[in-house]
């Protein structure tokens, strides 16, 4: 069986690899493998559909909707839409609403708009910024790959982490952002129908069990809901509250979405790409996420909040049904569907990386110097680069709870106010650097210091509860850099 397992594997690595290959191959053709707007945007030029897919297979991820989604419906039961859903559903309203807005300046990268408004030192800082969230979120995802396929594969886990990042820095850096784009399709494709068929071997699985075990009043209470409020509500109120704060404004300026916003033919199509983008996270990281995780409820219920330990704390939910209930054949069609989720998240988050690096701090301070061909060069090496700086933290990764929430803090502290007050014309530029500098310090100050346990000293109990207090101090001071760096001008 594990043959049948590498022979998928291998199959699915070497497409994706041709793709990307024969993208290389097709511009070598038209002149234009070494021309770097071809290589980081596409040449601005893709269809909603194309757009809208891409979105989709980088959100319908190994690590959101096989791994934390199902978590959160298996922790909190139905009140899990509350803490990722729901909030990525008014996110992709709010891209909707601001697309004509985000596209109006016609730049690409969200560096390259403050550097156009506030200076290279503020594009600098902003692209620091960016290249710390990406690459947690790329090592995220190759880590919850690496846990769900390694079983499989019959090798440990941080060879299979090397493995997968091995073959996504092959097709990135032949073919560069059309590459992600177009691997994304095939991506979606296989994502959507290893989701759809998980939840049908779920609901499979419950129709074995009796009717009494399946009524309400059997209903094993989700391990981490909060007891003193209703199930829809089971996070409790004060941890909904804190991940709208956390999540929505770090998501409305979230860098991969809007990446092909810019790379949208226009408006309308951009816009496309969002419904599209919209109706699927619905569907894959809504509906059937919770279809598995409820049902996952049933199957291996915790007793109080002890989780079984053959699930770990849910994060084993897919793999473990895998197993269970689904015929051998099938598995290893499975097997690649799980492939395809990790690679289409980790190329996306890895090119926003690389293109932080090259094309917003190297590229500005080379061109003068390099020629065309070797600027190309270094945009491809730093695509490789990227996603072994996303496979070193993935080695060391543990908690996917903590680097959802500290890498999406980072994106509200320290990327939405500058990004947004960046299309305010009053806007000075030492209210962009100290906002940027105070809230990506802060937060990651006291990211530690909440680990630590020192800030549970001076934290009111329903904010000690949640373990997310850093972030709020992070924005605080965020907004304090922003007005003292107001208040600096005025002086001068």
Known sequence: MMSLYWIAFLSYSLIVIGTGF??????KKSGLNHDNQEYWTAKRNLSGWSAGLSISASMMSISWSCVYGVQLFYWYGIGGIWLLLIPWLLTMLGFYIFTPLFRRMEIFSQPQLIGRRFGRRSRMLLAVSLIFVFTVWAGAEIYAAGILIAPFLEISVPLTLFLIALVVALYSYSGGFRAVVSTDKIQ??????????????SINALS????????????????RSEPSVPLFFSPGFVLILITFLVYIPGWLVETDVWLRLQAAENNQEARKGIVIAGLNSLIFVGILPAVIGLSALYLYPPLGQLIPERIQDGSLIFSVLMLDYSPPGLTV???VGLIAAAMSTIDTCSNVVALSISHDI????????????????LARWTSVIAIFLAFVYAVFTESLWDIFYLSSGILTTTVFLPVITSFREKTKCIQVQLAMIFGFSVTIIFYFLEKSGILSTIHPVWLQKTGLGYILWGLFAAIIGWFLGLALHNEQ
């Open 188 to 201: 979606y494709l296989l994502v959507s129908i290893f989701i759809c068929i998980l939840a049908i071997l």
């Open 22 to 27: 024969f993208i290389f191959q097709r511009e």
């Open 333 to 335: 069609f499975l097997a």
């Open 208 to 223: 074995n069990q009796s009717l009494t075990e399946l009524s309400s009043d059997n209903f094993p209470r989700p391990p």
């Open 362 to 377: 190297l590229e500005p301070r080379l061109e003068q110097h390099l020629s065309k061909e070797k600027l190309n060069l």
